[in-house]
T-cell receptor
Framework: EAQVTQNPRYLITVTGKKLTVTCSQNMNHEYMSWYRQDPGLGLRQIYYSMNVEVTDKGDVPEGYKVSRKEKRNFPLILESPSPNQTSLYFC?????????????FGPGTRLTVL | AQSVTQPDIHITVSEGASLELRCNYSYGATPYLFWYVQSPGQGLQLLLKYFSGDTLVQGIKGFEAEFKRSQSSFNLRKPSVHWSDAAEYFCAVGQYSSASKIIFGSGTRLSIRP
């Protein structure tokens, strides 16, 4: 089944404790992206990657890091989480064969930083 | 810069009634427009998209949307809603200068009255 998976689905942590949220897709998509969703703000892009070893900042990159060492994986790293990073996070992927192909979303990771 | 406005935060309609969710965009050229649906606890799923051609676009689950350039709108409609349509709906616009980058609106939460 074609899908985007994220782990963990739920995470409660404390300020300053480094964490990684994994994202994996099995569709051989070139493009991957991370979003955060906050009430009243919709989805805002954190980072994206056009292909392996190619990453770029989105609209709200501060406090986050990403890497793209393999085509299927795109982990999101919070080196020193803070309470304002409490949010619902989504990973998405799409093919680059056509412009504006559909983005496929993972189920989301709900992060709480105390 | 591109932007998307969804003026209705929350809408409640009776089961079987018709639905229209509003979306206005700001973009200098022909936009690439999308509607996504997010069911409770789920990721986002593409309902439909508009790139060019016929301004009335058919999507999945019986939804349709009409692109009106003169009004800068891309409203989502359904003639008869079902209880399973209760979800959050996001309108989005593609950013031409950056393939695959999508700007999301803040969302409209749809509740269904039995």
């Amino acid at each position: 089944e074609a899908q985007v998976t994220q782990n963990p689905r739920y995470l409660i942590t404390v300020t300053g404790k480094k964490l990684t949220v994994t994202c994996s897709q099995n569709m051989n998509h070139e493009y991957m992206s991370w979003y955060r969703q906050d009430p009243g703000l919709g989805l805002r892009q954190i980072y994206y990657s056009m292909n392996v070893e190619v990453t770029d900042k989105g609209d709200v990159p501060e406090g986050y890091k990403v890497s793209r060492k393999e085509k299927r994986n795109f982990p999101l790293i919070l080196e020193s989480p803070s309470p304002n990073q409490t949010s619902l996070y989504f990973c998405a992927s799409s093919s680059q064969r056509e412009l504006y192909n559909e983005q496929f979303f993972g189920p989301g990771t709900r992060l709480t930083v105390l | 810069a591109q932007s998307v406005t969804q003026p209705d935060i929350h809408i409640t309609v009776s089961e079987g009634a018709s639905l229209e969710l509003r979306c206005n965009y700001s973009y200098g050229a022909t936009p690439y427009l999308f509607w996504y649906v997010q069911s409770p606890g789920q990721g986002l799923q593409l309902l439909l998209k508009y790139f060019s051609g016929d301004t009335l676009v058919q999507g999945i689950k019986g939804f349709e949307a009409e692109f009106k350039r003169s009004q800068s709108s891309f409203n989502l409609r359904k003639p008869s809603v079902h209880w399973s349509d209760a979800a959050e709906y996001f309108c989005a616009v593609g950013q031409y200068s950056s393939a695959s980058k999508i700007i999301f609106g803040s969302g409209t939460r749809l509740s269904i009255r039995p």
